[in-house]
């Protein structure tokens, strides 16, 4: 029985670091991978590898980096099943590419906090319309339906939403940035 209960609260605790982190490697795997649906067998098989080993992970170092070495390996496999179909990108460009998300994730998560706090900013037409095309994954011809506009105006006021998010997150980052990551 005292087995089972280490075994129960093993697995809580690495479903509650999965939980936390499961954004964070989300977009790592997804700087790696270009297709949206291998990054979902990727995070899967990254999490089956996880919880055969975690039995061996060191808690006093940080979780998401040593998950991070477990994507970084899965990739490497998903590449391998599939160097039949074609354009992937050389090993040396995925590891750079590994290598440059992990130094860049700091800089990344500023980017996401300002993302947040401009989306909120937008007039709520403009919200809607951003939902509809990157939350919702809505297509151009249904967004055509839902905004009663042509092509060209929804592409014209979408651009016109990137650019505005843009400078907000830039403009956010630059003034607030390193003062949320020190305090």
């Not at 979780?63 to 490497?76: C, K, Q």
Request: charged share 30%.
């Amino acid at each position: 029985m005292a087995s089972a209960d280490v075994t129960a609260r093993s697995t809580e605790q690495l479903l509650r670091l999965l939980a936390q982190h499961q954004e964070d490697l989300q977009r790592y795997v997804f700087a790696l991978v270009p297709h949206q649906e291998d990054v979902k067998d990727i995070l899967q098989d990254t999490y089956v590898a996880l919880t055969r080993k975690f039995a061996d992970y060191d808690f006093a170092k940080p979780f998401l980096p040593w998950a991070y070495g477990f994507a970084y390996v899965e990739v490497l496999k998903h590449r391998d099943r599939s160097r039949k179909s074609a354009r992937t990108f050389g090993d040396e460009v995925v590891e750079m590419l590994a290598r440059e998300r992990e130094l860049q994730a700091a800089m990344l998560d500023d980017r996401l906090t300002a993302l947040d706090h401009c989306l909120e900013k937008l007039p709520q037409a403009d919200r809607l319309l951003i939902s509809h095309r990157y939350l919702s994954r809505t297509t151009i011809e249904q967004l055509v339906d839902i905004a009663g506009s042509s092509r060209r105006t929804l592409f014209r006021n979408l651009e016109r939403i990137r650019r505005l998010l843009f400078d907000c997150i830039s403009h956010r980052v630059e003034e607030y940035g390193v003062e949320e990551r020190c305090g």
